[in-house]
């Protein structure tokens, strides 16, 4: 689907491209509750003006040429590493399984993600038995949707098939091993104590003697809990190819997500967008970051701390200025449109925000509207019945936004988390293009009330040569699946 898009020139016409714009502040499932809760604190919202007018009214006159379009849209180059094809099996199958091991994940969908790799490295250092991981309701996120509910379970067993043995639901003689089970009392058989980035060895030793004793070992907490370094290299390739290739989502996912791109690529003649957006209050929240609304912003933002984190946000000790030339507060969405028109963008551009349902915050993205009259999202391109089935679904909604983030031609995201780290490892396993926005760089240049537009424009176009979707080596310490070369690729 992507090189569609490769020969089209834009001008005059909308493009049949897809870029997908990952706003972070725009993730509204965890507004509702606290509108119910508080719905004052939505009245105290201020309209943010502008804070860069003079940068935004050079960026509303821009002008782009043909060339620097074609260089943007053309497809990322050869990487030194790519994808390994076929993708080899690990070490066989034991001819005996030590027993079953059952994880049970917390966090959002692209928490849990990781977590499934790493279930099943766990396992297969074990040779045991994979059980389908029980996804935790998240207390914010409320949603209740089930490993089959999201992945296809099918492809995921059998794309594993001959590096472990997986089942879909435990065999009666350990019926009662449930979360209930594990929720009342201390069990023998609960792995309770591993540590975060745990060795291949630390599971050997410690629960190995569970499964020899119990033939069931529950790990829970499991998120973060298997090292990044010194794991064999079949592990490695083990976990990526879980995450890259056995991890598919559910059929009906897979079919939004494709109207979704085909409408992006294919827009109707007459553009009947109706949005109703709004903003993402935590991440703004926890960043101690000054975004423009003024006093009654930064009550809101403090009030909403309090809410969601019960004040377990420490008041950050650096001021606003000095975060922002450490690169460490989220972009705006004025920021994020200032900076995609210096990098050569124009108002033709199709921009996809990949966030859900929103309240009150247009006049938040109105500047990046601005900028980039042609946005969407889920709910201008979709009728209410597509999104009968995900509606209210916090994972769902998640994957449907990672369904399109792989497989639009650019992605950029304005702020790291879970979320991003997942697409943008994705997107280098497949070497697609991902613009990565030099934060600190951003900070500075935006603190700097004097810069001109075309110096703003150099400065930013000389700051981003590298970060197109250029690969990275992982260093130490760091994810796999954020950074899957060199473990999880092979040379180009
Ligand atoms: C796009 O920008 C050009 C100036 O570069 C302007 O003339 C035109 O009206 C803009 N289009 C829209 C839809 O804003
Ligand atoms: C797992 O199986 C492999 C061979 O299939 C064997 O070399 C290894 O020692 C086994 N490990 C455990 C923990 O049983
Ligand atoms: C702001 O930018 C101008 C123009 O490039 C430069 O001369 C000046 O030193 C910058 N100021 C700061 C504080 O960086």
Known sequence: MRQHSLSHSHRGGAMAAAFV????????SLFTPLSHA???????????????????KSALQRQTSDKQQADLWMPLALQRFKRCTPSAST?????KSTGYVQVFLDGGLNQQRMGICDAVAVAKILNATLVIPHLEVNPVWQDSSTFMDIFDVDQFINVLKDDISIVRELPDEYFWSTREYYATAIRANRVKTAPVHASANW????????LQSYGIAAIAPFSHRLAFDNMPEDIQRLRCKVNFQALAFVPHIKALGDALINRLRNPPSTNEVDYTNGLRQDMAAHSACDFGGGKAEKLALAKYRQVIWQGRVLNSQFTDEELRSRGRCPLTPEEIGLLLSALGFDNTTRLYLASHKVYGGEARI???RSLFPLM???????SSEERAQIKGKASLLAAVDYYVSMHSDIFISASPGNMHNAVV???TYENMKTIKPNMALLGQLFLNKSLEWLEFEEAIVEGHKNRHGQLRLRKSAQSIYTYPAPDCMCNA
């Open 21 to 28: 714009l990952l706003l972070p502040f725009f993730f509204p």
């Open 425 to 427: 490892g994705h997107r």
């Open 91 to 95: 070490s066989p199958l034991p001819e």
């Open 203 to 210: 599971y050997l030793e410690n629960v190995l003697p569970v």
């Open 366 to 368: 109105s500047t990046l």
């Open 376 to 382: 969407e999202d889920k709910k201008s391109l979709t």
């Open 38 to 56: 508080s719905p004052s604190i939505l009245s105290e919202w201020n309209a943010p003006k502008p804070r860069h007018s003079r940068l935004l």
